[in-house]
């Protein structure tokens, strides 16, 4: 699952370096640095508001960061076209929308280009593809606003691959689909991840479905980071000092719960004041 | 036969000036008003592209009070309120309603001056009624050529944009992520829809172009699968119900003793609500053919 001698020899897609954001007075991420290599596939995990998002705008150049730096195939990240794909958690795709599965992933290859375009024997052949590669054939002539969740996540993907990006981020690709559906699409990303050499990132709240697939964990909490392998970075000792209260990791049926400790829940509870029946 | 075609067109029809100018302005209008209709349904700007109508208004009508001809005012002032609209933040979506809402309320406010100066003074009578319902009977031949002109200004600025502009209907987020001028893109898509909103308020009336802006693009966006196919069904749908409108309108002058026509925009704003409603017949009827396949094939996977 882990293989650090991996990890150490393909090339590296992205660097972030001591990031820091302030958002509206509140800090938002604290120093975070880590960094994520080709075909490997890297778990973004925090709770709520941890500052997934908001580390993901910064990566794509959507958000400025307010200390720290992003480097991408060892440049800084310029505000031109980058080699990223992208899935927001959120595309508007109304069942009014005039467009099927394999345009919205056409609109992929070149949808930043001015002026209009004439379709290609090419074009039509690369989108062809790509919707074979995510498993999409079947519902390529179907309206996207018409697709079950699963059904678009597979095309958002294809439309976001298509460019050939060296780096594909997804902001919480789980958040709307039942479990089936979810798991699905990870081993989709697993296998498009090792087959063309993709850095993958993956935001998450939780973390327990990407456990068979994780090469390594980027923990977000307090808008603090630790990244490295799973076992390494998802322990008590590692999360108590990023959430600054005690924390424990139970491993249960190959599953990890991260729960808030004893002392946290003591403290909870004597601000809270005396309180009966809790637990 | 000939009985049959004298019913359908009345005399004089083909060889009136008025009609030749009508029908080009007519045609011109509703194929700038479907094309940018399909965007403006799409990116939810229905509301903005009524606003720019009472911002037109506004426009023409102080044009005819300071003696300038009424399609110059519709085009300055629908840009000017384009302009400000996206300044007040017509491009985040919660802003979008109220940036349009005081554009909207601002002009409403304008017209009621000029219209009521305008009346008053005694200058420009008829004036309302031309400003708010239209003039397509009554348009110099003259003003097809700044039509046609200012229809292909419109057309060439979607056609510029259009990639970005689906992009960033889609998703802002994709759209700036790949580098594309989120921003100056939807500030180009709004003067597209000012210009097209100043073109349908000179043939149907500032308060009615709302009808040809939405009402074939709509219709168009429940019975075609692609892009191409909602432009083309959009076009189709808009021009001939601008013609059959004014066939209509041309016509009622022999319907009834009296011998006046009826207002042409009547005509055309009720053939398309008649289309949008039929549309939605077919579109309702393919529906429920459809998805029994496609929730099949959900339900197989969820088993």
Redesign the interface.
């Known amino acids: 699952m882990t293989d650090h001698t991996r990890a150490a020899a393909t090339p590296e897609i992205l660097h972030v370096d001591q990031v820091g954001v302030t958002l509206a007075g509140r800090q938002v991420l604290d120093e975070v640095s880590f960094t994520v290599h080709a075909g490997e596939f890297t778990g973004l995990i925090g709770p709520n508001g941890a500052g997934k998002t908001t580390l993901l705008?910064v990566i794509?150049?959507?958000q400025r960061p307010a200390s720290g730096r992003v480097e991408i195939l060892g440049r800084p990240r310029s505000?031109?076209?980058?080699p990223?794909g992208?899935v927001?958690q959120?595309?508007?795709?109304?069942p009014?929308?005039?467009?099927?599965a394999r345009?919205?992933v056409a609109?992929g290859l070149?949808?930043?280009?001015?002026?209009?375009?004439l379709p290609s024997k090419d074009r039509g052949e690369a989108v062809r593809a790509m919707l074979h590669a995510v498993d999409a054939d079947?519902?390529a002539?179907?309206?996207v606003g018409?697709l079950?969740g699963?059904e678009q996540q597979r095309v958002l993907i294809a439309?976001a691959l298509i460019s050939r990006p060296r780096l594909l981020l997804l902001d919480e690709p789980l958040a709307n689909l039942?479990l089936?559906?979810g798991q699905?699409v990870i081993a989709l990303l697993a296998r498009i991840a090792c087959e063309q050499q993709i850095a993958l990132l993956l935001s998450a709240h939780e973390m327990n479905p990407l456990l068979p697939v994780m090469d390594r964990v980027v923990y977000l909490a307090g808008g603090r980071a630790a990244s490295g392998p799973t076992e390494q970075v998802v322990t008590g000792e590692v999360l108590s000092r990023l959430y600054g209260h005690h924390v424990d990791v139970l491993h249960v049926h190959g599953r990890i719960l991260v729960v808030a400790g004893a002392d946290a829940a003591d403290e909870a509870a004597a601000a809270a004041g005396p309180v009966t029946g809790v637990g | 036969m000939h009985q049959l075609y004298t019913a359908v067109f009345e005399p004089g029809f083909f060889a009136s000036a008025q009609v030749h100018v009508a029908a080009a302005i007519g045609g011109i209008v509703a194929v700038v008003s479907a094309v940018v209709g399909?965007f403006t349904?799409?990116r939810g700007q229905s509301f903005a592209g009524h606003a720019l109508g009472d911002v037109s208004a506004a426009g023409g009508s102080g044009a005819l009070l300071i003696g300038l001809t009424p399609l110059a005012g519709f085009v300055g002032a629908g840009i000017a309120g384009a302009g400000m609209m996206d300044m007040i933040g017509v491009q985040r979506l919660r802003g979008r309603d109220l940036a349009t809402g005081i554009v909207l309320g601002a002009a409403i406010g304008g017209s009621a001056l000029f219209l009521y100066l305008g009346t008053t003074t005694g200058t420009a009578t008829g004036a309302t009624q031309q400003i708010l319902f239209g003039s397509i009977f009554t348009t110099t031949p003259g003003t097809v050529t700044a039509v046609a002109a200012l229809g292909a200004l419109a057309l060439a600025s979607i056609?510029?944009?259009?990639?970005?502009l689906?992009?960033a209907?889609?998703?802002t987020?994709?759209?700036?992520?790949?580098?594309?001028p989120v921003r100056l893109v939807g500030l180009g898509f709004m003067l597209a829809l000012a210009v097209s909103v100043a073109l349908s308020s000179l043939a149907i009336g500032a308060l009615l172009s709302t009808a040809l802006l939405i009402g074939p693009a709509a219709a168009?966006?429940?019975l075609?699968?692609?892009?191409p196919?909602?432009l083309a069904t959009a076009c189709l749908t808009g021009v001939a119900a601008t013609w059959l409108g004014i066939l209509l309108a041309y016509d009622s002058y022999y319907w009834g003793p009296g011998h006046h026509s009826l207002p042409v925009s009547f005509f055309i704003v009720a053939i398309i609500f008649a289309t949008y409603l039929a549309s939605g017949l077919r579109a309702a009827r393919r529906q429920a053919a459809?998805?029994v396949a496609?929730a099949a094939?959900?339900d197989r996977?969820?088993a």
């Open positions: 705008r794509l150049g959507l505000p031109r076209h980058q990223i992208y927001p959120k595309v508007l795709l109304d009014d929308m005039p467009m099927r345009d919205l609109l070149d949808g930043n280009r001015y002026g209009l375009r079947r519902f002539d179907a309206r018409n079950s699963g439309h039942d089936r559906s699905e | 399909v349904v799409m056609a510029t944009i259009a990639r970005p689906l992009l209907t889609l998703s987020d994709i759209a700036a992520a790949r580098g594309a168009a966006l429940r075609t699968k692609t892009l196919g909602a459809v998805p496609a094939d959900r996977i969820a």
